[in-house]
Structures are given as structure tokens and as C-alpha cells.
T-cell receptor
């Protein structure tokens, strides 16, 4: 079974440019997460989807970040315009979990974004 | 404020010894506590989950304890091997299924 797929794996852009990161979750997983991970830190949740609905986007900086999960499968995270401080690894994860039940998340390899 | 602290940023141990990693938290009421392994350039990989009403969980050479009174989890790797070298992350799962991660402990097993 294929794991969580993310692309691109690496992206270098100049500040103020837009960037889009893509994630394909494990087949059948209804819940999808985007995390940000800075060097030496644990992942921090940006947004959580259940099917196509964003059920928790409280940590998403909405002035420049947006996300979508059309048809409840693939998801795209967009940053526009990018700032130097956005340089980080962006991780996507998926799970089959139901709220309140034990839930294992499966992570993709991440996209390492560098903003110059 | 809410905090999840893992005992040390880095831990070096000799091959064959038991590695013990600590996760302490404040101002959380997790339903579950999970441990993940992360290798350089990769996403975290799930290892073990323990429920709030469980004291201990084992899987092969791994053991996790969970003390909700102390607000602490211990993660043990027995008979450690160089292949166990990685960063280990603890994560608290709330009732809404969100995971809150600690900063991780980078374990190096020296042959």
C-alpha cells in the first residue's frame, strides 16, 4: 500500500513569491493534516481536514496561507506571498481515525521549503 | 501555558544498553500518548500508543509507561542497536484527535 505522497520534496523560492505544496493521503483515510516543522522542533499542526471540511484551522496564518482539499482526497497548501520565516519542512499526514478514538497518523516525507 | 518537554535534546548510549527517554507535559489532558520515530529527511513514523488508563505498553524491545498523575511518559528501548539511532518524538492526542508534539530527543547508539 502506498504511503502519504508529497511533492515537491524540495522547493526554493524568493520571498514574496507564491508556492503550492501538494499531498496525496493514504487511500481511504478521511482525515488529513498539514504540519509545519522547524529545525530541532516537533511538528506543529496548521490545519486538519475531515473529508473536504477544514475542522481545525486555528493555527493557520490566514493572511498568507490557504489550503484546500477538493473532493476530500488530495490537498494543496499555498503560501502567498512567502516570507523568509516560512522556511521549514511542511509535513502532511493522514489517518482513518474517528474523533475521540485512538488514532495513528501516517506522515509523508515532507516538503523542505527554503525562502531566500 | 501548555508545554511538552522531552528530557534532553540529545542522548548517547552504548550499544546493548537500555535507552530511557522522558516526556513531561503541563496543562494538557491527553486521552492518549503516542511515540514516533523520525529519521533525517523523513516524516515521523508511529511506534506505540498508550491510553490514559493504561500504565504500561510493550512492543518487542520497546516499552512505554504513562503516569497521568506525574504527567509523564517514559519510553524505553532495551538492548539498543545502532539502527535505533534517530529522533524520538512524544505526542499527546486530545479528544479531538489533534496531536501535540514535543521537541524530540535525538538518540545515538554507539557501537
Amino acid at each position: 500500500e502506498a504511503g502519504v505522497v508529497q511533492s515537491p520534496r524540495y522547493k526554493i523560492i524568493e520571498k514574496k513569491q507564491p508556492v503550492a505544496l501538494w499531498c496525496n493521503p493514504i487511500s481511504g483515510h478521511n482525515t488529513l493534516y498539514w504540519y509545519l516543522q522547524n529545525l530541532g522542533q516537533g511538528p506543529e499542526l496548521l490545519i486538519r481536514y475531515e473529508n473536504e471540511e477544514a475542522v481545525d484551522d486555528s493555527q493557520l496564518p490566514k493572511d498568507r496561507f490557504s489550503a484546500e482539499r477538493l473532493k476530500g482526497v488530495d490537498s494543496t497548501l499555498k503560501i502567498q506571498p512567502a516570507e523568509l520565516g516560512d522556511s521549514a519542512v511542511y509535513l502532511c499526514a493522514s489517518s482513518a481515525g474517528t474523533a475521540g478514538r485512538a488514532d495513528t497518523q501516517y506522515f509523508g516525507p515532507g516538503t523542505r521549503l527554503t525562502v531566500l | 501555558s501548555q508545554k511538552i518537554e522531552q528530557n534532553s535534546e540529545a542522548l548517547n548510549i552504548q550499544e546493548g544498553k537500555t535507552a530511557t527517554l522522558t516526556c513531561n507535559y503541563t496543562n494538557y489532558s491527553p486521552a492518549y500518548l503516542q511515540w514516533y520515530r523520525q529519521d533525517p529527511g523523513r516524516g515521523p513514523v508511529f511506534l506505540l500508543l498508550i491510553r490514559e488508563n493504561e500504565k504500561e505498553k510493550r512492543k518487542e524491545r520497546l516499552k512505554v509507561t504513562f503516569d497521568t498523575t506525574l504527567k509523564q511518559s517514559l519510553f524505553h528501548i532495551t538492548a539498543s542497536q545502532p539502527a535505533d539511532s534517530a529522533t524520538y518524538l512524544c505526542a499527546l492526542q486530545t479528544g479531538a484527535n489533534n496531536l501535540f508534539f514535543g521537541t524530540g530527543t535525538r538518540l545515538t547508539v554507539i557501537p
